[in-house]
T-cell receptor, first 116, second 110 residues
Framework: GAVVSQHPSWVICKSGTSVKIECRSL??????MFWYRQFPKQSLMLMAT?????????EQGVEKDKFLINHASLTLSTLTVTSAHPEDSSFYIC????????????FGPGTRLLVL | LAKTTQPISMDSYEGQEVNITCSHN???????ITWYQQFPSQGPRFIIQ???TKVTNEVASLFIPADRKSSTLSLPRVSLSDTAVYYC???????????FGTGTRLKVLA
């Protein structure tokens, strides 16, 4: 149980284009999902907290107009990187917290983004 | 912002017990401590979670002292496949402030 998927697993795009990443909780409902970014050889950094049916909460230094988050259902959150630039190239990982009252976050497999 | 620090790397031999510490001096009252394992180009995999004292599951133990300013993940008998980066995560749904540790690269040698 507690499986989280992400799609796509990797994407290469040209500078200036937008990229959408999907995060799904497959066998549980998740009112709350999280988006993290991880640069090579570094730890994960929380970008934003996504709550179903409401606006996402962004961490300090994360541009909300650049990283659009939509959490339209209890099993799906999307992250759109708008007007991507090479410095946005990173490993994006989502996680979901079960609505069963647990404190545990279950992570997706990650999406590798390369902006040329 | 609270820092959560871990040793950068550790080496061990197969069959040995490995203890990895995480320092979280500014842990909040409601924060939980969770440990994850991460392989290259994969998402973190849940290992164990605790709030205080000791927690044990089928793969690991987690020791948390009374002041909760640190925690120790104990892997009882490591194998080559345990070579990975291990992270502690401190935070709670009460504040939605989650901070990953700096990560410990564990290398298990034959």
């Amino acid at each position: 149980g507690a499986v989280v998927s992400q799609h796509p697993s990797w994407v290469i795009c040209k500078s200036g284009t937008s990229v959408k990443i999907e995060c799904r909780s497959l066998d549980f409902q998740a009112t709350t999902m999280f988006w993290y970014r991880q640069f090579p050889k570094q730890s994960l950094m929380l970008m934003a907290t996504s709550n179903e049916g409401s606006k996402a909460t962004y961490e300090q230094g994360v541009e909300k107009d650049k990283f659009l988050i939509n959490h339209a259902s209890l099993t799906l959150s999307t992250l759109t990187v708008t007007s991507a630039h090479p410095e946005d190239s990173s490993f994006y990982i989502c996680s979901a917290r079960s609505d069963r009252g647990e404190e545990t976050q279950y992570f997706g497999p990650g999406t590798r983004l390369l902006v040329l | 912002l609270a820092k959560t620090t871990q040793p950068i790397s550790m080496d061990s031999y197969e069959g040995q017990e490995v203890n990895i510490t995480c320092s979280h001096n500014n842990i909040a009252t409601n924060d939980y401590i969770t440990w994850y394992q991460q392989f290259p180009s994969q998402g973190p995999r849940f290992i164990i979670q605790g709030y205080k004292t000791k927690v044990t599951n089928e793969v690991a133990s987690l020791f948390i002292p009374a002041d909760r300013k640190s925690s120790t993940l104990s892997l009882p008998r490591v194998s080559l496949s345990d070579t990975a980066v291990y992270y502690c995560l401190v935070g709670s749904s009460g504040t939605y402030k989650y901070i990953f540790g700096t990560g410990t690269r564990l290398k298990v040698l034959a």
